[in-house]
């Protein structure tokens, strides 16, 4: 076994920014990367393979098979035991201490699995940090923070051009409002109106046209019943017409009711169809009022649950941009809140919100 020269110098100056500069895993990886260290593709070196090589013996000389380990051999140390185990004893310190992280994270966070980093478009997962503060007694207490990270950006420091991170309570304070502020508006215009409104026109029309054919029908049975009176007469004698005309204008009288009877199913069950829309609707929107008032006051869970049903995706930008799409076309909704209530709907389904002092949770 020889030592590579290069590979030698990179892993050197790895332990020497840790334990001599205080260097972490991912200042490391941004630090190699400005320097232009990199892996063959390009990208720059991972914090888990960093951590990786801080923890590996064979930098110190020391052959490892599993559990059997030999004695640190001199020709192939790169590191000198006292600068590795000095490494080890910062790495176990800036450990997070886990025992106190709630087994169930996901149970703190409203939004799971559908948070994207609006840089990356990787997944922002929820992750903890120690927080150590003073209280008013003068004892120093730890406490978790919860944030959304960018997992790209952890494991790539700087390749993504958004935030490594956001906090949890501020994120999700933001998502609320917008929620809120969605469901509020649904909810401004009653259902009973927009039903009224969208679908009364259609309405009125099948029943109108419905009214005609069935007008239309009678006229020709009065006209029919009129020549079969007519022929009876010209074969009592009593009518100068001729038989030939009157069968000629029965026959046509009948193909008539024929054409206009089909008329008419046709537009009864445009009718039917127009009714049955309206009530669909209308179940649709009571659902949505339903939501509306079980947000106001339901269960964190239970709001995470209207969440997800609500909202497809949330990518977050720098500064706690967001960009959120909604499982419900609100554009709908908003459309006939606008026509039927005079508001003018501006709001596409997609929105962005910048965060400013009025959204800012406290
Ligand atoms: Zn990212």
């Not at 076994?1 to 590979?7: G, N």
């Not at 991170?165 to 994120?171: C, D, E």
């Not at 909704?333 to 039927?340: G, K, S």
């Amino acid at each position: 076994m020889v030592i590579d020269e290069d590979a030698a110098q990179i892993i050197r100056l790895i332990f020497h920014k840790y334990v001599c500069d205080g260097y972490g895993s991912q200042r490391l990886c941004r630090y190699l990367s400005e320097i232009g260290i990199r892996k063959p593709d390009g990208k720059n070196i991972p914090t888990t393979s960093i951590n990786r090589i801080i923890k590996n013996p064979m930098y110190m000389g020391v052959i490892h098979n599993g559990e059997a380990r030999s004695e640190p051999i001199p020709e192939l140390q790169i590191i000198d035991p006292k600068t590795f185990q000095r490494a080890q004893e910062l790495m176990k310190g800036r450990a997070t201490k886990h025992s106190d992280v709630p087994l169930n994270m996901s149970g703190h966070s409203l939004l799971v699995g559908n948070v994207f980093c609006g840089h990356c478009k990787h997944p922002l997962t929820l992750t903890t940090n120690g927080h150590k503060y003073v209280n008013r007694f003068g004892e120093i207490k730890r406490e978790m923070r919860f944030r959304y990270t960018c997992t790209y950006n952890s494991r790539h420091p700087g390749e993504c051009g958004g935030q490594s991170g956001y906090g949890l309570t501020k994120l999700d304070g933001i998502m609320d409002r917008i929620i809120r502020y969605q469901l509020g508006k649904v909810k401004a215009a009653s259902a009973d109106k927009i039903i009224a409104e969208g679908h009364e026109k259609a309405i009125e029309l099948a029943r109108a046209r419905c009214n005609i054919a069935s007008k239309q029908i009678d006229e020709k049975q009065r006209e029919l019943a009129d020549y079969e009176a007519e022929t009876i007469k010209v074969i009592r004698g009593q009518s100068k017409l001729s038989i030939d005309l009157l069968n000629d204008l029965v026959a046509k009288a009948k193909e008539e009711i024929v054409r206009l009877t089909a008329a008419l199913t046709d537009v009864q069950e445009e009718l039917e169809k127009c009714l049955a829309g309206a009530e669909a609707q209308k179940q649709e929107y009571a659902q949505l009022e339903t939501w509306a008032d079980i947000y106001a006051r339901c269960t964190f869970e239970a709001r995470k649950m209207i969440v997800s049903q609500f909202v497809k995706s949330v990518y977050v930008y720098k500064d706690y941009t967001l960009e959120v799409e909604f499982n419900v076309a609100f554009e709908d909704f908003q459309n006939l809140v606008a026509e039927c209530g005079g508001l003018r709907q501006t709001e596409p389904d997609i929105y962005v919100t910048p965060v400013t002092k009025e959204n800012r949770p406290a």
